[in-house]
C-alpha cells in the first residue's frame, strides 16, 4: 500500500512511499482398447492430479513449489454471481467456495474474512452473508470481519468440501477521500470486499484484527471466477482476465477469471480506458476516473508498462495475463495493491511500488499482519532498483525510536506507533536489503531473490526462510549483519 500524502497531479519521481497501506476400477467396455481407461475415469482422474497438484502448492513449469508448511484449507476456488445497482456501489448474488484440507488433522471449522465490515463493524455491516449452506455459521466476531462456519462432520485429511451463500456488498460512501473499499463520488472500489478463507497454520487460525495502518490480510493462492453483471455505462476493472457479454437490456455481463491469486478486487465507474501490451505480452490498461487528465493517464500507462517488464526481469516472469491500474486522485493513500489489480493515484513512485507488490505478497506471499516487511521492505527495495536508485549511505541516516523498534515487528506494534511504520517498514527496511546487496555482491543478491521467488511462487514466505536462504547465499555469518539491522526471525 502506499502512503497518504497530498496527491502529487505531476506523473514525476517522487519521494519514497511511506506507510500503506479429492477409485476404483471397473473393466473396459468391449470395444474400447485395452490398457484405455474410460473417458468419464481419465477425466477424474486428471482431476484429481490437477486437485493434489494445486493443494500441494505445485507450480507450473520451471517453478518450485514453496519450501514453507501448508496452510489449510488450501485449493481454494472461488465461484461468484453478482448483480450490480445503476451506481454499481451495491452488489447482490451468491459465494460458493471449495476447499481441501492438506493438514494432517481433521477439519471441524472454517472461518470467513469479512474485511468489508472493519469500518462500519456491527452496527452498519457492509458485508451480508445469509442463507448459508455446507455449514453452520455462528456468531461474527472481530468486529463483525470474523465468521466461524462448523461444517456437517470434521473434514478428513485430503478431503474436499465446499460452502455457499448469498451475498450482499454495499461500498460505504466516503465523504472526504475514497479508500480501498467504499464510494466516493461516481466511483466505487472493492478491495478485500468478497468474503475469503482464513488461514490455519503451525499457529492455528489467523483471525487477527483489521488495521487501517498496514494490512491485516493472509491468503494462500486460490482461484477465483466473478460473474458481474452491471449497467453497460460503467466499466468494471477487476483482478484477472475479464470478458464482456450481453446482459438485459443496457447492462453487460463481465466474467473475471483469475487463477491462484490470493483475492479478488474490482472498481466500478465511468472510467476512462488506454491500454498498451508489455513486452513480456501481458495486457496493461488504465482506468482513469474523472480529474485525471490523458496526458497524466498515458505517462502512468507507459510507468505501469516498463515497472511491470522490469520487475519480471528482476524476480521472474509475470505470470497473469491482464494488469488493471485505477486511477484515482480522490484516494487518502497513495496506492493499494491487489492480484493483477492496482488502485493508485498519479504518483510514480507509488505506482512502481504497488506493480512490485504484485510479486511480493501477490505471487510470494507473506502474513500480511504479523510480517509486513516481507512484502513492503522488498517491495521497497525493488522500487528502487526500478527506478535506479542504490540507496547509497542510506544507514547513516537511521535513528532508532525505542529498543523494542524493529524492522521485523508486526502490525500490533505499529498500530501503537503508527507514525514509525513508514519510515522503519519501508525506508529502513529497504535500507537493510540494500546493505545486504553491498554487503554480499549485487549478482548474489539478484540470484537470492530471483531464487527465493521462485522457491516461494504461489507460496508463503518467512522470516526464518529468508534470512536462511540469504545466509546459503553468504560468504560469511550474516548473523551480526541481522543484529545491526534489528531483522529476527
Known amino acids: 500500500m502506499g502512503p497518504s500524502a497530498a496527491p502529487s497531479p505531476d506523473p514525476s519521481p517522487d519521494p519514497s512511499p511511506g506507510p500503506s497501506l479429492g477409485h476404483g476400477s471397473r473393466a473396459a467396455p468391449a470395444g474400447r482398447p485395452p490398457g484405455r481407461p474410460p473417458a468419464r475415469l481419465l477425466a477424474a482422474l486428471l ?50 467456495v471449495s476447499f481441501t484440507n492438506v493438514s494432517a488433522q481433521p477439519l471441524p471449522e472454517v472461518y470467513l474474512r469479512l474485511w468489508g465490515n472493519a469500518h462500519g463493524g456491527c452496527p452498519a455491516p457492509a458485508v451480508t452473508v445469509t442463507r448459508l ?14 465468521l466461524r462456519v462448523a461444517l456437517p462432520a470434521p473434514l478428513r485429511p485430503g478431503g474436499r468440501h465446499s460452502i455457499g451463500f448469498d451475498l450482499e456488498l454495499r461500498a460505504p460512501e466516503l465523504a472526504d477521500k475514497a479508500g480501498r473499499f467504499g464510494r466516493h463520488g461516481a466511483y466505487s472500489h472493492f478491495g478485500n470486499a468478497l468474503p475469503v478463507l ?22 494462500l493462492a486460490a482461484d477465483f471466477t466473478v460473474v458481474l453483471d452491471h449497467p453497460a455505462a460503467l466499466g468494471v476493472p477487476a483482478s484477472g482476465s475479464s470478458a464482456d457479454g450481453p446482459g438485459a437490456a443496457g447492462r453487460t455481463v463481465t466474467t473475471a477469471t483469475a487463477r491462484q491469486v490470493r483475492d479478488f478486487a474490482w472498481s466500478a465507474g465511468p472510467f476512462e480506458r488506454s491500454s498498451a501490451v508489455s513486452a513480456g505480452g501481458v495486457r496493461v490498461t488504465v482506468h482513469a476516473v474523472a480529474g485525471v487528465g490523458a496526458a497524466d493517464a498515458r505517462t502512468m500507462l507507459d510507468l505501469a508498462v516498463s515497472a511491470l517488464d522490469t520487475h519480471a526481469r528482476a524476480f521472474g516472469g509475470y505470470p497473469y495475463a491482464e494488469l488493471d491500474v485505477v486511477l484515482d486522485d480522490d ?3 497513495s496506492g493499494m495493491e491487489y492480484p493483477g489489480f492496482v488502485l493508485d493515484r498519479v504518483k510514480t513512485t507509488a505506482l512502481v511500488h504497488e506493480i512490485a507488490h504484485q510479486w511480493w505478497y501477490g505471487i510470494v506471499g507473506d502474513d500480511q499482519y504479523h510480517q509486513p516487511w516481507l512484502d513492503e521492505s522488498f517491495a521497497e527495495y525493488a522500487t528502487d532498483l526500478a527506478l535506479g536508485r542504490d540507496g547509497a549511505d542510506c544507514w547513516s541516516r537511521v535513528a532508532w525510536s525505542a529498543p523494542e523498534e524493529r524492522i521485523t515487528n508486526g502490525m500490533a506494534y505499529w498500530d501503537e506507533h503508527p507514525d514509525r ?64 539491522h534489528r531483522i529476527s526471525a
Do not use: K, Q
Open 198 to 219: 482464513a488461514v490455519r497454520d503451525a499457529d492455528g487460525w489467523h483471525l487477527d484484527p483489521f488495521t487501517d495502518t498496514g494490512e491485516s490480510f493472509y491468503a
Open 47 to 96: 482431476a484429481c492430479l490437477a486437485l493434489v497438484a494445486t493443494a500441494t502448492g505445485f507450480a507450473p513449469p520451471g517453478r518450485e513449489r514453496s519450501a514453507e508448511p501448508a496452510g489449510t484449507p488450501a485449493a481454494a476456488a472461488y465461484t461468484v454471481a453478482l448483480t450490480g445497482d445503476s451506481s454499481g456501489a451495491r452488489w447482490t448474488g451468491h459465494e460458493r
Open 421 to 484: 511504520y513508514g519510515v522503519v517498514v519501508y525506508d529502513y527496511g529497504a535500507c537493510a536489503l540494500h546493505d545486504l546487496r553491498r554487503l554480499i555482491g549485487a549478482d548474489a543478491m539478484a540470484r537470492l531473490l530471483r531464487g527465493y521467488t521462485r522457491a516461494h511462487w504461489y507460496g508463503v514466505s518467512g522470516t526464518p526462510a529468508f534470512l536462511a536462504a540469504a545466509g546459503a547465499a553468504a560468504t560469511e555469518d550474516l548473523a551480526p549483519f541481522w543484529a545491526a
Open 331 to 333: 484516494l487518502w493513500f
Open 133 to 146: 449452506v455446507g455449514g453452520t455459521a455462528a456468531t461474527l466476531s472481530a468486529d463483525c470481519t470474523v
